[in-house]
């Protein structure tokens, strides 16, 4: 039986979270770009292709399903949204806030968001606009769920749509300062995460 393998990468800007182009219009940047990955190597979760941040993959679908559906692994995000967010709306984002997932109301839940300082990321491939069109925030979100465009959908709810969104951490595995494009392969997920 072949040993698995497991991946930690920095999603960059502009790439999609497949290895597979099933689009016929447009040629998008893979994953596969970034590094010489197995055969069967799955990302664990999405990152859309705007956001950015860190993305675990890996060749064992049991560890993929653990920490997708069954393990509530908490994924913290950084987000940049549009305007000056206020303590009501952290509030309102905290207690859970109604999204459209699949043409239907959903109430998130509950979960960790703060207002941070400036993180210190590289710019971005695509400027993202300049201080001439209004202040920006930083915020911190924490969830254990990872509904279809989630964090962005919340922002938008509360009236701050998402300007810049990159994954931080997922359980104990940070980011830190792997650079953009950047794989580290590790032995075993499941150990590091919690």
Aim: proline content about 4%.
């Amino acid at each position: 039986m072949k040993e698995h393998r497991h991946f930690i990468i920095h999603k960059p800007f502009g790439f999609l979270s497949q290895f597979i182009n099933n689009q016929t219009k447009r040629m998008k940047k893979m994953l596969g770009e970034l590094h010489d990955f197995p055969e069967r190597t799955m990302a664990i979760g999405r990152l859309d292709v705007k956001s950015e941040g860190l993305l675990l993959l890996t060749t064992d679908g049991k560890v993929s399903d653990y920490i997708t559906t069954r393990g509530k692994v908490e994924k913290e995000y950084y987000v940049q949204v549009d305007g000056a967010i206020t303590a009501t709306e952290i509030e309102k984002l905290q207690n859970g806030v109604k999204i459209g997932i699949k043409g239907e109301k959903y109430l998130t839940k509950p979960c960790k968001v703060s207002i941070i300082e400036t993180p210190n990321f590289p710019d971005r491939s695509m400027k993202i606009r300049d201080e001439r069109h209004g202040p920006t925030s930083w915020i911190s979100i924490t969830l254990q769920e990872g509904k279809y465009r989630q964090v962005r959908k919340m922002t938008s709810a509360v009236g701050f749509p998402t300007l810049r969104l990159v994954r931080v951490r997922i359980g104990n595995i940070w980011l830190n300062d792997l650079p953009s494009g950047g794989v580290v392969e590790v032995e075993d997920l499941l150990s590091i995460l919690d």
